[in-house]
């Protein structure tokens, strides 16, 4: 086996334990301890990094949505250069689900972009395909303390095998901690060994399984291949339990809107990623296809359109993007709405978006931050070309009308709406079709999870009816799900003219209800992906 090199700024004498491949066979990877359970731990993954047997790593990893499992950034730099978001450069093959590598379930993905913690060993990797069926471990809630008994797992190195096809766990002491890092011992010849990178340091305790950190770096004490003469089985984590380290793991990756891109009467899922890129699946009309691992996909994998928009995600401090049809050729356009308050447009040319025209300026206080009012982009009027809808922190929501080349004169449409901004503890206003005469109307979502809708009258939206109930968790805040509205792919297969509930659940997947024109209606089997 080729030495593994230490990273630069680590403590003399701890290496990385990303396992590097050379001309033997590559091993699998393991915790040095006992076999874990079938059924247990089944979110730690295995990761296989390089594109040929020569180059090839091995790690491992935690699931921490279906979407997305955390590591170590060591697994992907080698350790010896700072790893930077964005596409893989190498090949990297997941395999989670299955704590037997040489047995069936769960399911095996790839990496499709990565997404690094600054100044620390971890990073969040995203997968191809998600992982509904396999139960993501819960972040702990408080962080690990000394003389602390935690227990780790993982498929690095035993003392007597390069190629252990089971998940191993072991028992690990915490000596300290600090912000970023955990300090721990092996109890009973436990030990952190090679292809263990990114693995799950683990607290178990009154039934539930919390992640409280992810293995970087050991001494390797009892691994097979490490000196005879290290007994050493200290080992250093990285602290994901602190608030910092949290927030970072929950914030959300990537945003959905949904729009048609390609002017086929569906509205099609328009992807957005935390490192700028935007893709977009298009919706599939007719039968489903199949997925072995559990729901069908109503949109096709998605393909780039465009990037370099890490500036336009919406938090604060930064700018947003909108998706709707302005020049009425049945195609979403980009629009962009910069942190100066510029509004521009750039028109859909059927792989992606063309060069950017500006259209306004002046809305730096309606970005949707926090004490700021926000902008919508639909069709009030029935020209089929989105108009500017304006919701003021006064709670007013005015229409200013498409022109071409810009919005005209603002004409207020309704008032009292100051609570529905979808800052945290409030309620959000959605604007879609729901009855087919192509013109938006009003739908509330309040903070008590009803859902109502106020017809389109021309000059304003019209009286109260409520649909739904029971989406208090889905406005959007921290840890919640989302709705949107959207003629998406019904029951019946085709676009009918109406807005569908669309709901995206905090744990990634995305469902369909269809509109029956005086409430939403499940349908039954339709989980997207």
């Known amino acids: 086996m080729p030495a593994i090199r230490p990273r630069v700024a680590v403590a003399a004498g701890l290496t990385t334990l990303a396992l590097a491949g050379g001309a033997i066979a590559i091993p699998a990877s393991a915790i040095n301890g006992p076999n874990a ?18 180059t090839k790593r091995n790690c491992s990893g935690a699931l921490v949505n279906p979407r997305w499992v955390l590591t170590a950034s060591s697994c992907f730099t080698r350790g010896l250069t700072e790893l930077e978001a964005g596409p893989v450069s190498e090949k990297t093959v997941v395999t989670v689900g299955r704590n037997n590598l040489t047995g069936s379930g769960g399911i095996v993905t790839q990496v499709t972009e990565v997404v690094p913690y600054v100044g620390r060993d971890l990073v969040m990797a995203r997968l191809k395909t998600p992982t509904f069926g396999i139960d993501p471990v819960t972040l702990a809630t408080t962080p690990a303390a000394a003389g602390e008994t935690l227990k780790s797992a993982g498929f690095g190195q035993t003392t007597a095998d390069w190629v252990p096809f089971n998940l191993h766990t072991g028992n690990f002491t915490v000596n300290s901690v600090t912000t970023p890092n955990v300090a721990i011992s092996g109890q009973s010849g436990a030990a952190v060994c090679d292809g263990d990178a990114g693995g799950p340091l683990l607290r178990e305790k009154d039934g539930r399984i919390d992640l409280v950190g992810i293995n970087s770096r050991s001494w390797k004490g009892g691994c097979l291949g490490a000196p005879a003469t290290e007994t050493r089985t200290d080992a250093q984590s990285v602290n994901v339990s602190d608030a910092s380290g949290q927030k970072w793991i929950k914030s959300e990756r990537e945003f959905v809107q949904m729009a048609d891109a390609n002017g086929d009467g569906l509205d099609d899922m328009i992807i957005q990623n935390m490192n700028g890129d935007i893709s977009v699946r298009i919706a599939i009309e007719g039968p489903m296809l199949t997925n072995p691992y559990g729901p069908t996909y109503r949109f096709i994998e998605g393909s780039a359109w465009s990037g370099g928009w890490a500036n336009f995600t919406g938090q ?11 020049n009425a050729d049945s195609k979403a356009d980009l629009i962009v709405h910069g942190v100066d308050g510029s509004v521009s447009v750039r028109p859909n040319l059927g792989d992606g978006w063309g060069s950017s025209v500006d259209w306004s300026s002046g809305w730096a206080n309606f970005l949707g931050h926090e004490g700021q009012g926000r902008l919508y982009f639909k069709d009030v009027n029935a020209d089929k070309k989105a108009d500017l809808i304006v919701h003021g922190v006064d709670g007013s929501v005015s229409v200013r009308p498409n022109l071409g080349t810009g919005w005209g004169s603002s004409v207020t449409w309704s008032n009292g709406w100051a609570n529905f901004l979808g800052h945290e503890g409030q309620g959000r206003l959605y604007f879609a079709d729901m009855n087919a005469d192509k013109k938006a109307d009003l739908i509330v979502h309040a903070v008590d999870g009803s859902v109502s809708v106020r017809p389109n009258l021309g000059t304003g939206w019209g009286s109260s009816v409520t649909w739904s109930n029971g989406w208090a968790n889905f406005l959007g805040h921290e840890g919640q799900g989302h709705l949107y509205f959207s003629d998406a792919v019904n029951g019946s297969g085709g ?3 109406k807005a569908d509930l669309v709901v995206h659940s905090a744990d990634g997947k995305l469902a369909l209800r269809e509109n029956t024109g005086a409430a939403f209606v499940s349908v039954v089997g339709d989980d997207w992906v």
């Open 37 to 54: 359970p079938s059924t247990t731990y089944t979110f730690t993954a295995k990761l296989e990094i390089g594109n040929s047997e020569a």
């Open 316 to 326: 604060e401090g930064k700018g947003r993007l909108y998706f709707a049809d302005v």
């Open 495 to 497: 676009a009918d003219g």
